[in-house]
T-cell receptor, first 113, second 111 residues
């Protein structure tokens, strides 16, 4: 019963590097989401996807790129990492965009030096 | 005004106490409501959905007052393991099902 898994759990990288965070779910949920969580801001939506090949911006999309070639995977890429992107990143999935609850992965703790 | 506001906490209570969290939301188009708990910056986990008629799950009771745009969570006979941050979440159907998370209320249950 894997559910939703994220990798890596921890990542340290340098400014300007490209880094990709992986998210995989086994529930065949249509919707997948990426959030970041920072002290004082709570959870903020970066991008979401309604289905394979359908993605849309959330509240804080700048500096991030997503793709969804398969229903079960939703990777998040920081094209040129900046220190302000140091955060805890959570992936989530849901059967719908709002009527059903979202289920979260364990998170990736990303530090950009 | 924030779209979802919660008591900032922290709430420090002894074991066995009853504690209530309040949450207000500003958008009357909000249609779905949830309570999540989050431990020490781990992933948020669904605690319970909140239904219009109110609902109970063991020691936890959730209430919704649409007229006042208010949600509550009551925890009875609190346990040490209840220590966590509790997040109030609302969905805005008029914004494509956008989820709005409250900032969370921290609960610390002491022996």
């Amino acid at each position: 019963d894997a559910g939703i898994t994220q990798s890596p759990r921890y990542k340290i990288t340098e400014t300007g590097r490209q880094v990709t965070l992986m998210c995989h779910q086994t529930w065949s949920h249509s919707y997948m989401f990426w959030y970041r969580q920072d002290l004082g801001h709570g959870l903020r939506l970066i991008y979401y996807s309604a289905a394979a090949d359908i993605t849309d911006k959330g509240e804080v999309p700048d500096g991030y790129v997503v793709s969804r070639s398969k229903t079960e995977n939703f990777p998040l890429t920081l094209e040129s990492a900046t220190r302000s992107q140091t955060s805890v990143y959570f992936c989530a999935s849901s059967e719908s965009k709002g009527r059903q609850p979202q289920h979260f992965g364990d998170g990736t703790r990303l530090s950009i030096l | 005004r924030k779209e979802v506001e919660q008591d900032p906490g922290p709430f420090n209570v002894p074991e066995g106490a009853t504690v209530a969290f309040n949450c207000t939301y500003s958008n009357s188009a909000s249609q779905s409501f949830f309570w999540y708990r989050q431990d020490c910056r781990k992933e948020p986990k669904l605690l319970m959905s909140v239904y219009s008629s109110g609902n109970e799950d063991g020691r936890f009771t959730a209430q919704l007052n649409r007229a006042s745009q208010y949600i509550s969570l009551l925890i009875r006979d609190s346990k040490l393991s209840d220590s966590a941050t509790y997040l109030c979440v609302v969905t805005l159907y008029n914004q494509g099902g956008k989820l709005i998370f409250g900032q969370g209320t921290e609960l610390s249950v002491k022996p």
